[in-house]
């Protein structure tokens, strides 16, 4: 231990740098883990990973990609976390079933299986749901509009290699020429073996969903029509930076309308000085985002996601007169902190430090093993905090007294050396 501190600290200087380091770091932990706001979390009433969703009160104080946010239990524990954000569009497949009239067997010959089209659907494809099974089966398909007479669609297929090794069922897609019949006919070639396990029928389909958005209160509305200017301007002032993704349109009159405009975003960046920048800097500052509001297609602005604390709304009007908007409504995509919660647990989410850096839990590699559906928890109103209390975790600790530890060695050796030095100058 003496040679590796030999080596460590064999000048003076080296041991003030060290005391500086040992000062630098307690000056690191000790400001990475003071917030200026918090906010108590509803309590959970099951156990297991369940959402808590983050309010816009919340986000607007957070940085960008919300890395200075931390969950905390009764006892000051930090609760590892995943970040989850809604997107704008989710594309999803929907297996829709058809009415399976009958399936009918005859032993050592065949079976036939009769499926409903009744809105008369152009098809191309049925998915069956069949139970696995080891087999080959040869079919034809046929369609009718009467049940008598029956005209083929597939001559000759073939359904084989039916096994699912994550499931006891398989789905197994059967295509022929486009046909819009109310029935089809499907026959299967049962002389080698027994019937197959058929379970349903049906199509895939696939549908949009749009993404869940929350609402950003809105302090205070002031609006300005223009008769010289021929344009409406709109002022939205929020009580704290905001994110805000969308706005959403009420207009209520004329019936008919086309209207060009945009937003001009007062970003919240901090301005920069030099003279060379200027023009960068009035950018973010006044970022104008283009839009257009028609009748014919829903009164909704898409916004970049940069953080503001206002916003002005440009409509121009032409000769036309100035549109009645009965409400104009921010909203953000819903963003969640999932975590692994008890019940009857008190749980605060403590954030605002831009000093702090993005977490890095286990959790990050097991999200595949998480619930697509989960419990929403709300939060209460954010609380600013009038004293920075640091939260250290054991690991912060463990490195401030590693730290202390290791400059008192110093000092000690050092101590030591300098008093051997004058013993041997005495004796001289």
Partial sequence: MMKLLHRMLPTTSKLRALLGLLLLTCAQVASAQQYDWQAPVATPTQAGYQRIQLSPEITGRLQPDLSDLRLYNSNGQEIPYLLQTEQPVQYKRLFRTYDIISYTHRQGCCSELLIS????????NISLLIGNADVRKEVKLSGSDNRQDWYVLKERDLLYAINNRESTAEVKLLDFPLSDYRYFRLQLNDSTSAPLNILQAGYYDTYTEAGKYTAIPVQQVSRTDSVSAKSTYIRLQFAQPVYPEQLEFTVSSPQLYYRQGHV?????????RRRSKRRKRREQQQRLIPFVLSSNAPAIVVLPREKVKELTIVIQNGDNQPLEIGAIKPLQLNRYLVADLNPGETYTLRFSNPKVGAPSYDLRHFQDSIPASLQVLQTRKPEMLQEKEPQQSSGSTVA????IALVTAGLAYMTVRMLNE???KKQV
């Fill in 117 to 124: 089209n009744q809105e008369k659907r152009r098809l191309n």
């Fill in 422 to 424: 004058m013993d041997k």
């Fill in 400 to 403: 401030i007294w590693a730290a």
């Fill in 264 to 272: 001009q975003l007062k970003t919240t960046e901090p301005r920069q």
